[in-house]
T-cell receptor, first 112, second 114 residues
Framework: QKEVEQDPGPLSVPEGAIVSLNCTYS??????FMWYRQYSRKGPELLMY????GNKEDGRFTAQVDKSSKYISLFIRDSQPSDSATYLC????????????FGSGTRLLVRP | SAVISQKPSRDICQRGTSLTIQCQVD?????MFWYRQQPGQSLTLIAT?????????ESGFVIDKFPISRPNLTFSTLTVSNMSPEDSSIYLC???????????FGPGTRLTVT
């Protein structure tokens, strides 16, 4: 079993829709949770990061962490065609290694 | 935010040869990380490179296959040695963002081995 599971998609939604992207994990030591966006042929770009449980909002993006269920989500409101990309969740145990464990990524397509 | 550049951006190499990938950061950083992203897969950490010490390799990756240099606080190289088609991947370097565990990533080097 992978430490981090993420549905690969693709997820296709119309412009303006609310998008929900999710990851589950098995390692209860994970404390730091990140979402990256990766456009085709580009490096991952950090979108959101949260520490421990709770919600964090930044513009159209909301990151949610439920440590009791080992489940994290990224919500995108009013989705735009420019949001079409692969979204990767990443986690770390916040130890001295700074090691990130990534999900496999969900490919999102926002149709005009 | 850190600006990270990688060279080359892409290359096509013959089986059995080696390729050295360069990573340059616009600020001094203690730690640099090298990742591999195989086609359709997620990112997997290859090794952590600290300036002035040997790189620390993750399980499944060895120094003979992926030698790393870290001559100063802004630069690192990763060599993919004795390449086979299974080494065809995107190779990315990253650096820590700040006091947390977030990392900035370079644009990646897309390697195809024929």
């Amino acid at each position: 079993q992978k430490e981090v599971e993420q549905d690969p998609g693709p997820l296709s939604v119309p412009e303006g829709a609310i998008v929900s992207l999710n990851c589950t994990y098995s390692n209860s030591a994970f404390q730091y949770f990140m979402w990256y966006r990766q456009y085709s042929r580009k490096g991952p770009e950090l979108l959101m990061y949260t520490y421990s449980s709770g919600n964090k909002e930044d513009g159209r993006f909301t990151a949610q962490v439920d440590k009791s269920s080992k489940y994290i989500s990224l919500f995108i409101r009013d989705s735009q065609p420019s949001d079409s990309a692969t979204y990767l969740c990443a986690m770390s145990a916040r130890d001295s290694s700074y090691k990130l464990i990534f999900g496999s990524g969900t490919r999102l397509l926002v149709r005009p | 935010s850190a600006v990270i550049s990688q060279k080359p951006s892409r290359d096509i190499c013959q089986r059995g040869t080696s390729l050295t990938i360069q990573c340059q950061v616009d600020s001094q950083v203690t730690m640099m990380f090298w990742y591999r992203q195989q086609p359709g897969q997620s990112l997997t950490l290859i090794a952590t490179a600290n300036q002035g010490s040997e790189a620390t390799y993750e399980s499944g990756f060895v120094i003979d296959k992926f030698p790393i240099s870290r001559p100063n606080l802004t630069f690192s190289t990763l060599t993919v040695s004795n390449m086979s088609p299974e080494d065809s991947s995107i190779y990315l370097c990253s650096v820590p963002k700040g006091i947390g565990d977030e990392q900035y990533f370079g644009p990646g080097t897309r390697l195809t081995v024929t």
